[in-house]
């Protein structure tokens, strides 16, 4: 039995306002927490028992996801009183691990969107008689990741966090977030106080001549850390562009969920996702977006890679794009949001109040 530990316990900072409610795993990806993506993947790759590492609103994830036989996994749950980062959140689990000391123990970022063949992963692992291994991808512009190079077998070499100048980019491989551990290598973890599995742990197995494996794997990836990843990632779920078989319906341009309603009249596109009992009015465009439940788009408003927070109001006319609303906020007729813009959770934007000309 391969068993898992999913790390779900961050502020999810960069995501904010989406993240001010709702821990970031839990912010809804083409219909559903976007954990639910990660756990029916982990599921399908035949993994059974899998520990939640929680700390950040830890207390909403056992309501929903129970003891995962839904899902047929079974789920357990470990909160830290104080956040112990994400190697700290590993050994604080370990107690709960049923894995012998020679076994494998997958571990995964709970913000990650990725097609990666996690069998392969563990396959790896065995062959190669890794004390880690680690799934990485390739990026074009790797700077603002820990780059991880490789020796022509994929032994890992060395742990660079975050370069800076062209020298320091000696490849494009990054730690893409999916590991596996020799059981034995989790219980080395210093317990009870925050270590950074990325900083610490990694850089200090190889210091002592522990055998960390890396497994490039190119297959879709993407970190959903910020809200225009976040969005895009929510978008190719609906597009089936990322696998994942917890997506509630055929994968197409738009995926619209139960007791939504949408104008004859309104345009869905992009891979955009309209969450239940939401209601988009007539002659609204919308694509590339995600509009969670019971929020309202009126009618003719054009709102394009963006993501609307549940019970969020977009008036009338107005133009939304590369932005986020918070839950329960109300944008007014004819304003424009452009990329970047961030309306707080409950905030009220009065009508027109926001316009740009032309060469803005
Ligand atoms: P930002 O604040 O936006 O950087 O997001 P984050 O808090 O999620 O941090 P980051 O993206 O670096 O975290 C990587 C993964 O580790 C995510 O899945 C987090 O949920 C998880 N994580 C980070 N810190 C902790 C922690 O202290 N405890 C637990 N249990 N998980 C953590």
Known sequence: ??????????????????????PKP????????????????AKAAGVEHIVLATSYLAEVFEPYFGDGSALGLHLEYVTERDPLG????????ASRLRSDPD?????????????????????????????????????????????????????????????TTPEEIVTDQINAGAYVFRRSVIDTIPADRPVSVERETFPG????????????DSTYWL???????????????????????????RCGDRLVLPRAQVAPGAKLTGGTVIGERATI?????????????????????????????????IGARAVISGSVVGDGATVGADNELLAGARVWCNAILPPGSLRFSPDQ
């Not at 123990?105 to 004390?131: E, K, P, Q």
């Not at 197995?205 to 490039?216: D, I, N, P, R």
């Not at 976040?230 to 509630?248: H, I, K």
């Open 1 to 22: 039995m391969t068993e898992a530990i999913l790390l779900v316990g961050g502020k999810g900072t960069r995501l904010r306002p989406l993240t001010v409610n709702t």
């Open 26 to 41: 839990m912010v809804p990806a083409a219909g559903v927490p976007f954990l639910t993506h990660q756990l029916a993947r």
């Open 86 to 93: 994400t190697g700290g959140a590993i050994r604080n689990v």
């Open 103 to 163: 076994e494998p123990v997958l571990i995964f970022n709970g913000d990650i969107l990725t097609g990666l063949d996690i069998r392969a992963l563990v396959a790896t692992h065995r062959s190669s008689g890794a004390d880690v291994s680690l799934h990485l991808t390739r990026v074009t512009d790797p700077r603002a990741y820990g780059l991880v190079p490789t020796d022509s077998t994929g032994r890992v070499q060395a742990f660079l966090e975050k370069p």
């Open 205 to 216: 197995l190889l210091a002592a001549g522990a055998h960390l494996q890396g497994m490039v």
């Open 223 to 249: 970190d959903l850390g910020t809200p225009a990843a976040f969005v895009r990632g929510s978008a190719d779920l609906v597009l089936g562009r990322a696998p994942s078989p917890a997506v509630p319906g």
């Open 281 to 313: 009015g007539e002659g609204a465009q919308l694509s590339g977006s995600a509009v969670l439940s019971g929020a309202v788009v009126e009618p003719h408003a054009v709102v394009t890679d963006s993501l609307i927070g549940e019970g969020a109001r």
